[in-house]
């Protein structure tokens, strides 16, 4: 079935808005649904329609009609396929539809349209679905349906019996039904079974608060030992992909080195595949059940000596840390056992605790919350194991100390440090899951049996409780009545024979007692009994000819022999009927237990009262009408004045008119007699008016007001007290009618006036019935044959489903108080083959009939329930409690609803579509907000039935494998108290992930296919793999955390038992929800144990390294290979660490944070071994580089380290890597690199000397070139010159390089040949600088030498042609380094640099001073000799663009000058840049006699050219002690440079006074190279002012 939505929203309509009061009709296949008539040009309706279809084939017809004074008339028709609508979960904005005038038909079917009008109609049309299934699965539900009604499997056992027995201890009273629905009908109680903070040790208490079944009445002890009994676990054959048991690439490299043979010691997980006994995996099921305890297997729990199987439970994990604590002193005495126990049951009887463990023991000592914890057996025996194991651990500590005198470690003895080999092969990277033969299930097939038949007495007494199978006076008259309805039942009745009839006089239509109009042949006039009515209103007259002209005939005189002819003719036909119908009778005798004496009076007095029709009957009546919904507006301003005629037989009363009001109420009760059992109660709204209009009608008929709606009522039909809502109907097609109205009717009949209502009494005919005919069907009920639309209201074989037919047929009992009635009594056999998709189709068509509102009348769905016969709290509290029944059973759905079983498969099927019906019931008939969702409660279900499961296999681990998959041979060597979790093996957890596997495979095998309805919401596979982990995870993660605190077994154990838990993870967990695209814990529970394998990883690396090292050594460091560079230790070395960090990596660790504590530690094992390696390397370094074969192959080792690590930093992620694991490569590569360095500078350092003394003899050939002046190398003889005077000087540098050059080339990597080519380059060319080109100067006394050596233009421009020759030599054609290097290093532009000074021109050498000599003013802050006020301006002219300084010298202060003659001091001002030859360079002041701070105020002016900018020039201030006829002795010197005052344009400052300038080696150059220009009178006043000073003889 597929729910289609339409919502009718607005319209937009060409004309007028006066002429228009329209209202819209939607047609579906045989359903008709109307709007409210709405006025105006833009009508807006906003109504919402719901139709339920399974055919696709059909078309949805709308039209839009406009009331008219007479009739209506259609302005256009849309007519939508229902395959063109589309599918959605929420109402959409609609869309506009235009409307066609005429109509397209095909087959007697509507087609299409055409002749398009210009008016539009906004429509949102969508197909719903009950629940959440996908789209292409919407359309194919009634398919499903009818597949589950064909479904018939074998009887499940109920569970209502089960659980009152179970649940119930003695002495405990059961609740009331009301308790144990999880959902109550008003809605107060929502479901909810989400368990937050749930920790492992919290399982067997986590239905003491909120059971996610719903059982809140119950013992968690005896729940969990029933579950324990009564769980099935079919564990389905599912092949695996066979794995590798050793990790072999990593160790083959290993062992490759030595030439050793592999040698692998595996640990397995399970028993080995030689020790599989085949047969015994195949065991039957009998030598299974055998093999339980006693007791177990007749379905009762195991008795206390016998509670060994459940020593491993998962209480025990929390039962091991309290035990830690027993041998623990408490002040200053130890725990007993005893003491444990006597804290009693009152942590059991308390709410689970949120607190995790770890937290109770953080004080060491047992809180006053933990001593009230009850043990059980299971704990104390694990207790007592745990106290065993910390004794010997103690014992075994206290010998260790003794041994190694206080040296102790938890893993010595664990790891041979010399056998690298098996400390990586002993972890299995690809764990093997063992295989099972086939499925067995956990428990006997006697509890499943016993459970059945516990099943069978709760359905046996649920039936008991049913009232009307116990009522002797209720079944007697309702036996009575039956007979009556049977013996003449209405099907057979005569019908009327109308003929065309002629009145001659005013005559009135018996049915609606309208007019009959017309001048002939008016209307249609009975034969039989003379009745007269309309032609339209014939087929309304329901009663028996035969019967009302008896009655007719019986009230005139004279008529005595046609009444008897008529009655003689009833007579005849219900003997007829006794003769061709004799089972039916029959079967009435027997359900009732009548014997056939009483049944034949009973029968002869039916048959009596029958023929003596309604003369004798006699009834009163009180019909109050309350109120009515939603009625037609008749007036023009949209409302209506409504009042209420009510008639029965000939007497008509009626209400008040309410004033403009479509949902009036009236609340007035009207009293009548009746005394004809065929009269019918006519209820009739009208719309009272007072217009021109009504006045007409008034004259023309008896019906001046406007009609809104009627509903007629058989008297018959009328029994007890009833509240109910009708629909008003039409009279005529013409009508236009909406609304419903609400009567409360009391009825009492003569005789009968304590009877029961016809409700009741069909109640109690079709619940005796039921009862009957299952128990004659050994308690089965029998799904009757039926075929076609209706097929839902057969609900019995004939003759049974005749009986309730002519009795509902003559009483008026509802087809839907039907339905309900008998769904009520299949509930008591839901548990029968078939009989849950019979239920589910059913209750489908009850949901339709309530939820299906038509347009004609707008009552909601909620108030039709409301007002429903059979009682709204009768059947929500019905729908309760098998809801919770249902869930129950689905909570046990491996005991109920077998894999092995595919009609079981079927009935859970069945079983989910009843459940969903329920949730379409609660949302749309009972409109409440929030119901549980079906996908939800399966959903809950389900985790409840996988829990249990886990905790039946954690429970029986041992037992289960062995008898699963293998025999373990080992078995008898594991104490019976430490099958369980144990500190000292991980045995236990790898069994457990095999069953846990098996169980999910089953799941996802079997039940998956089954269980579909809600695919967006539940997948059981997958269900079943996130249940599973999320238990597993919570129990593994608390005994790693004791394992942590211990660390009793071997490293590599936690490692292999940590790919097992990837395996199960990635294999069936991490593509689950809510897993999916989140980050695993396990990870982190495994955090400390790879930590520690990545500890004790660095001890054997650095063995391994120095091991390697020394086999190096010994060798003479050779290459590894004939085109290796490097010696062995380096492959060794990196050998060892890559077959470490695939471990690593084949973790696949999913968290980033573990996974950056991994790379981290991982990387600073390689920064540890790298640096080791380093380190060693560099001290030793020195010694070899006289052997320059190995020094090279050393400093190729380091190089090699560096590339094998930039691959280890690709591997672990590269830039991905984590920061920090990052940075510690990142700098290990710098400092590799920074080793590199300078190994490379302490080898290239070693053959400085030989290069020094080359260069030597360099300069001393290049001294001999002699010419002086520039020389013109454009001319090809010049340059041929110049090039072979160049090569006879760099000879001698030649020699030596080629030599040393060829050699590094052949046994050096290329970087590192680069790297000394580099260091060889910078020797060169300081070497050259510093001792051919620019020799060290310092002071003008080094410039002054004789023999300062001064290069000649000649000299220079060989030097050039050498340094090009030197160039290629070193790039040695791109093999060696980089023109670009070359060109841009810093060695050849110094180089450069210096030469180019020897050419350049005086104004470019002063221009160079000036912006290089910034600090020239240093000495006058370390030693001032007084200071000068100058005040300098700068113009520049705008439209020459030249320059002018205007300098003002304005004093001087604290001259620093001692004598003991005549002391006149000035000050003279000199401007140096380029371009000045021409202009003035010097000013000088007046000098001032004998005063130490004079004031000059004199202003000079310079001018300077626009050939450059004032940042080359700047000013030369001296001052000097004037002195006659000898030179003046300078006093002080101050610089300041134009660029400092270009921004402002004018500084007025003091300036401190020097000794003399401070010039660096540049500046020293230049004054050099200028003091050699003996004929430029520039360069001779230059030299003079840079390198005068003031004399140590004049200093004070």
């Not at 022999?561 to 029959?586: C, G, H, L, V, Y």
Request: proline share 4%; aromatic share 8%.
């Amino acid at each position: 079935m597929s729910l289609l939505c339409i919502c009718v929203r607005k319209a937009r309509l060409v004309g007028a808005a006066e002429k228009f009061q329209t209202y819209v009709t939607l047609k579906l296949q045989n359903a008709k649904s109307t709007t409210i008539a709405v006025k105006g040009n833009s009508p807006s309706w906003e109504q919402d329609f719901i139709f339920e279809t399974e055919r696709m084939d059909m078309c949805l017809v709308v039209e839009l009609w406009n009331k008219g004074m007479l009739w209506d008339s259609l302005l256009g028709t849309v007519v939508t396929p229902l395959q063109n609508i589309p599918q959605s979960y929420e109402e959409g904005p609609g869309g506009w539809y235009s409307l066609d005038a005429e109509v397209l038909m095909k087959n007697d079917v509507i087609s299409g349209t055409k002749s398009p009008t210009n008016h539009q109609i906004m429509l949102d049309m969508r197909f719903e679905v009950p629940y959440n299934i996908p789209d292409e699965e919407a359309f194919l539900l009634q398919q499903k349906l009818e597949a589950f009604n064909a479904l018939a499997d074998q009887e499940v056992p109920n569970v209502d019996a089960e659980l009152q027995q179970r649940v119930r201890p003695p002495g405990q009273q059961s609740m009331s039904d009301d308790v144990d629905s999880d959902y109550t009908s008003d809605g107060n109680v929502p479901y909810d079974s989400q368990q937050n903070n749930i920790s492992a040790h919290q399982c067997r208490g986590i239905y003491q608060a909120h059971s996610p079944d719903g059982f809140t009445d119950q013992s968690p002890e005896i729940f969990l030992q029933e579950e324990r009994e009564q769980n099935v676990l079919s564990l389905q054959n599912e092949d695996f992909q066979p794995m590798d048991d050793l990790y072999h690439d990593a160790c083959d490299a290993y062992n490759s080195l030595d030439g050793e043979p592999n040698n692998y010691n595996s640990v397995s997980t399970g028993v080995p595949r030689s020790d599989i006994d085949t047969e015994s995996e195949a065991s039957s099921f009998h030598t299974a059940v055998s093999r339980l305890p006693q007791g177990q297997e007749s379905g009762h729990p195991p008795r206390a000596t016998q509670t060994n199987k459940t020593t491993g439970s998962r209480q025990s994990l929390v039962g091991s840390r309290q035990s830690l604590l027993l041998d623990s002193p408490v002040n200053g005495s130890r725990i007993s056992s005893a003491t444990v126990s006597r804290q009693s049951t009152a942590e059991s009887e308390q709410p689970p605790s949120t607190v995790s463990p770890r937290e109770s023991d953080k004080d060491g000592a047992l809180t006053e919350e933990e001593s009230s914890e009850s043990p059980t057996p299971a704990r104390l025996r694990w207790q007592n194991a745990i106290a065993k194991v910390r004794l010997q651990i103690r014992q075994e500590k206290e010998a260790e100390i003794e041994r190694t005198g206080g040296r102790t470690s938890h893993w010595s003895g664990l790891l041979p440090m010399g056998n690298a080999e098996h400390f990586y092969s002993n972890i299995d990277a690809m764990p093997e899951i063992m295989k099972r033969k086939k499925s067995i299930p956990l428990v006997s097939e006697l509890a499943m049996s016993l459970a059945a038949m516990k099943r069978q007495q709760g359905i046996h007494s649920a039936m008991a409780t049913r009232s009307s199978l116990n009522d002797e006076e209720l079944k007697q008259h309702v036996y009575k009545k039956t007979l009556q309805a049977l013996i003449y039942p209405i099907s057979s009745t005569t019908p009327h024979n109308f003929e065309m009839w002629t009145a001659t006089t005013p005559t009135y239509c018996y049915e609606c007692e309208g007019l009959l109009w017309g001048i002939a042949r008016q209307g249609v006039r009975c034969t039989e009994c003379g009745v007269k009515c309309h032609e339209k209103c014939k087929d309304l007259l329901n009663a028996d000819c035969l019967q009302r002209a008896a009655e007719k005939a019986s009230s005139k005189h004279g008529a005595e022999d046609k009444t008897q002819n008529i009655i003689s003719a009833m007579r005849d036909r219900m003997k007829i009927r006794e003769r061709n119908k004799p089972e039916i009778f029959e079967l009435i005798k027997e359900v009732f237990s009548v014997d056939k004496t009483s049944h034949a009076g009973h029968m002869k007095a039916v048959k009596q009262s029958v023929l003596d029709g309604t003369s004798k009957w006699s009834a009163k009546l009180a019909i109050s009408v309350v109120s009515a919904q939603g009625l037609c507006p008749k007036d023009k301003t949209g409302t209506s004045d409504p009042y209420v005629t009510v008639q029965v037989g000939r007497v008509k009363k009626r209400t008040r008119t309410v004033i403009q009001d479509l949902n009036p109420v009236w609340d007035e009760k009207f009293y009548f007699e009746c005394h004809n059992s065929s009269d019918r109660i006519k209820v009739r709204v009208w719309d009272e008016d007072d217009d021109f209009k009504s006045k007409l009608k008034q004259k023309l008929s008896r019906e001046s007001d406007d009609f809104l709606g009627q509903t007629i009522i058989e008297v018959r039909t009328l029994s007890g007290e009833m509240d109910v809502w009708y629909n008003l109907d039409k009279r005529t097609d013409r009508s236009s009618v909406s609304g419903a109205i609400r009567l409360r009717i009391s009825v009492e009949i003569k005789g009968e006036e304590k009877v029961a209502s016809y409700y009741a009494q069909y109640t109690c005919l079709h619940e005796n019935l039921f009862h009957y005919l299952c128990e004659k069907n050994g308690g089965m009920y029998k799904i009757p044959d039926a075929k076609g639309d209706d097929a839902w209201k057969i609900y019995f074989d004939e003759p049974a489903q005749e009986i309730v037919d002519e009795f509902a047929m003559r009483y008026g009992i509802e087809s839907i108080y039907q339905a309900m009635t008998h769904f009520s009594c299949l509930c008591s056999k839901y548990m029968c083959p078939g009989v849950p998709a019979l239920m589910s189709t059913l209750l489908a068509n009850i949901n339709a009939f309530y939820a299906h509102t038509s347009a004609s009348t707008n009552v909601s769905a909620s108030d039709r329930f409301a007002a429903s016969n059979f009682g709204k709290e009768r059947f929500v509290k019905l729908l309760d409690q098998l809801h919770n029944s249902l869930r129950i059973d689905l909570s046990m759905y491996r005991n109920n609803f077998p894999a092995s079983n595919p009609e079981k498969l079927g009935d859970l099927k069945s079983t989910v579509d009843l459940l969903t019906s329920i949730t379409f019931f609660r949302m749309k008939v009972q409109e409440l907000q929030s119901p549980p969702r079906a996908g939800t409660v399966v959903k809950e279900c389900v985790k409840a039935c996988l829990k249990s499961t886990y905790q039946y296999i954690f429970d029986n681990c041992y037992e289960l494998h062995e008898r699963e998959f293998a025999p373990d041979k080992d078995k008898d060597k594991v104490p019976l108290e430490e099958r369980g979790p144990s500190l000292k093996s991980l045995d236990f957890w790898t069994k457990l992930i095999n069953l846990v596997v098996s169980v999910i495979d089953e799941d996802k095998a079997s039940y998956t296919p089954v269980l579909n309805q809600f695919p967006s919401e539940l997948n059981v596979g997958e269900l079943s793999a996130a249940t599973m982990w999320e238990l597993f995870s919570q129990d593994i993660k608390f005994a790693l955390e004791e394992h942590d605190q211990h660390r009793l077994c071997p490293v590599t154990d936690y490692m292999n038992l940590h790919f097992r838990v990837k395996w199960l993870y990635n294999e069936y967990v991490a593509k689950v929800p809510p897993y999916k695209g989140t980050v695993p814990e396990y990870p982190r529970w495994y955090e400390p144990f790879v930590l520690l394998w990545l500890t004790e990883n660095d001890k054997v690396s650095l063995e391994y390294l120095h091991g390697a090292l020394d086999r190096d050594r010994k060798d003479g460091f050779q290459q590894s290979s004939e085109h290796a560079l490097f010696s062995c230790s380096v492959v060794d070395v990196f050998t060892q660490l890559n077959q470490s960090f695939d471990i690593v990596k084949k973790l696949e660790c999913p968290d980033p944070e573990v996974t950056k504590h991994y790379m981290k530690r991982f990387a600073a094992t390689v920064n540890t071994v790298l640096l080791e390696y380093a380190n060693i390397v560099q001290k030793e370094f020195d010694q070899y580089c006289a052997e320059e074969k190995k020094a090279c192959v050393l400093m190729n080792n380091i190089q090699q380290l560096r590339v094998q690590l930039e691959k280890v930093f690709e591997s672990m992620g590269g830039d991905k890597l984590d920061p920090e694991a990052g940075d510690i490569l990142k700098e290990l590569q710098v400092k590799l690199n920074n080793v590199l360095d300078e190994l490379s500078q302490v080898f290239a350092n070693s053959l400085e000397p030989q290069i020094k003394e080359a260069v030597v003899s360099m300069g001393n050939q290049l001294s001999k070139i002699k010419g002086a002046g520039n020389i013109s190398l454009n001319q090809p003889s010049a340059r041929n010159n110049v090039a072979q005077e160049a090569d006879v000087v760099i000879k001698p540098l030649m020699d030596l390089l080629d030599k040393n050059l060829t050699l590094f080339a052949k046994v050096c990597e290329k970087t590192v040949l680069k790297r000394i080519l580099k260091e060889l380059w910078r020797i060169v060319m300081n070497t050259m600088e510093k001792t051919v080109v620019l020799p060290p100067l310092t002071d003008i006394s080094d410039m002054n030498q004789e023999d300062a050596k001064n290069l000649s233009p000649r000299q220079c421009a060989v030097l050039d042609s050498a340094l090009d020759t030197i160039k290629q030599y070193f790039h040695a054609g791109g093999n060696g380094l980089k023109k670009t290097f070359l060109e841009k290093s810093p060695d050849l532009q110094s180089l450069k640099y210096a030469l180019s000074l020897y050419t350049q021109t005086t104004d470019t050498l002063i221009k160079t001073f000036v912006q290089t000599q910034t600090q020239q003013d240093q000495p006058s802050v370390d030693d001032p000799q007084g200071e000068v006020s100058i005040q300098v301006d700068l113009f520049t002219h705008p439209g020459t663009g030249e320059h002018k300084v205007t300098v003002k010298v304005v004093a001087a202060n604290d001259l620093k000058w001692q004598t003991t003659g005549m002391f006149r001091p000035f000050v003279e001002v000199n401007l140096i840049g380029p371009h000045l030859s021409d202009k003035r360079r010097k000013h000088s002041t007046k000098s001032k006699s004998n005063n130490w701070s004079p004031k000059y105020n004199e202003t000079f002016h310079f001018i300077l050219g626009n050939e450059d900018e004032p940042d080359a020039f700047e000013l030369h201030i001296c001052v000097k002690d004037y002195c006659f006829a000898r030179e003046d002795r300078l006093i002080g010197v101050a610089v300041m440079q134009l660029r400092d005052i270009v921004e402002a344009g004018s500084c007025a400052c003091w300036c401190a006074l020097g000794r003399n300038v401070h010039l660096d080696e540049t500046g020293w150059t230049i004054l050099r190279i200028l003091s050699q220009r003996s004929n430029d009178e520039v360069a001779k006043e230059f030299v003079k002012l840079k390198s005068e000073t003031r004399s140590d003889m004049e200093l004070g």
